[in-house]
């Protein structure tokens, strides 16, 4: 396979932020240590001195994305440029999952159905050898009984299997929880709140759109509406 390598555009970034950008921003800041508000007067001149802080934030953010622009247009090219071929993988590593975790479970199936079956063998001959132990208890056959009991303790069932392994394989279990009746879980939660309570989340964004669309005139168990105020300007 050979592999092609184009010219990578020079692309200059400045990453100055010059003297007119630094004075204007040294010059707000002059001005706003400077502010009192304790009169009208000084509220208007205030509100413009603010109003002049929008502006030239504004304008020095602009400025921050005309110089990264081409730099965001290098990396989505070179993004699109390998992207189709990452994709590729995803889908072959995700088949490839696929087929190994099928045969995985397969195998894990049959053996559990080789163990249940031995231990149910297991189980059937410690029932028989603790009869026969029995019977000869009834006979005074200490020595009889003693070898039946020794053969039922013996007839154990086997443990599980160990899964199928392969070099370099790690297979990993992740737990997750589904809700399948949100009802039962609220009561649950209203039962016995101090081992369940912090199960349940309030859908903070629902709650504030309905305090937006009432104005806060609006009354749900549990939740208060609270008004924030904030100043911002008009340009």
């Given at each position: 396979?050979?592999?092609?390598?184009?010219?990578v555009?020079?692309?200059?970034?400045?990453?100055?932020?010059?003297?007119?950008?630094?004075?204007a921003?040294?010059?707000r800041?002059?001005w706003a240590?400077a502010?009192?508000?304790?009169?009208?007067a000084?509220?208007?001149?205030?509100?413009q001195?603010l109003?002049d802080?929008?502006?030239t934030?504004?304008?020095?953010e602009?400025?921050?994305?005309?110089?990264k622009?081409?730099?965001?247009?290098?990396?989505?090219?070179?993004?699109g440029?390998?992207?189709?071929?990452?994709d590729?993988?995803k889908?072959?590593?995700?088949?490839?999952?696929q087929k190994?975790?099928?045969?995985?479970?397969a195998v894990?199936?049959?053996?559990?159905?080789?163990?249940?079956?031995?231990?149910?063998?297991?189980?059937?001959?410690q029932?028989?050898?603790?009869?026969?132990?029995?019977?000869a208890?009834?006979?005074?056959?200490?020595?009889?009984a003693?070898?039946?009991?020794f053969?039922a303790?013996m007839?154990v069932?086997?443990?599980?299997?160990a899964?199928t392994k392969?070099?370099g394989?790690?297979?990993?279990s992740?737990?997750?929880?589904?809700?399948?009746?949100?009802?039962?879980?609220?009561?649950?939660?209203?039962?016995?709140?101090e081992?369940?309570?912090d199960?349940?989340?309030?859908n903070?964004?629902?709650?504030?759109?309905l305090?937006v669309?009432?104005?806060?005139a609006?009354?749900?168990?549990?939740?208060k509406?609270?008004e924030?105020k904030?100043v911002?300007?008009?340009?």
């Amino acid at each position: 396979m050979t592999d092609h390598v184009s010219t990578v555009e020079t692309i200059p970034v400045n990453f100055a932020i010059g003297e007119a950008i630094e004075g204007a921003v040294a010059k707000r800041e002059a001005w706003a240590a400077a502010l009192v508000v304790t009169n009208d007067a000084q509220l208007t001149d205030a509100a413009q001195g603010l109003r002049d802080i929008t502006t030239t934030a504004k304008k020095i953010e602009a400025a921050r994305v005309n110089r990264k622009a081409p730099l965001l247009e290098a990396t989505r090219r070179l993004d699109g440029t390998f992207k189709p071929v990452l994709d590729r993988l995803k889908i072959i590593e995700r088949d490839t999952k696929q087929k190994i975790s099928q045969y995985q479970a397969a195998v894990a199936a049959a053996k559990a159905e080789e163990a249940r079956a031995k231990r149910e063998a297991a189980e059937a001959e410690q029932a028989r050898q603790r009869a026969i132990a029995e019977e000869a208890r009834k006979r005074n056959d200490i020595e009889a009984a003693a070898n039946a009991t020794f053969a039922a303790e013996m007839s154990v069932p086997p443990p599980m299997p160990a899964p199928t392994k392969a070099p370099g394989l790690v297979e990993t279990s992740r737990w997750s929880a589904e809700v399948t009746d949100l009802s039962l879980l609220i009561v649950a939660c209203a039962n016995d709140p101090e081992r369940y309570l912090d199960l349940l989340l309030p859908n903070m964004p629902a709650l504030n759109r309905l305090a937006v669309s009432h104005h806060g005139a609006v009354q749900v168990p549990g939740v208060k509406m609270v008004e924030t105020k904030s100043v911002s300007v008009r340009s």
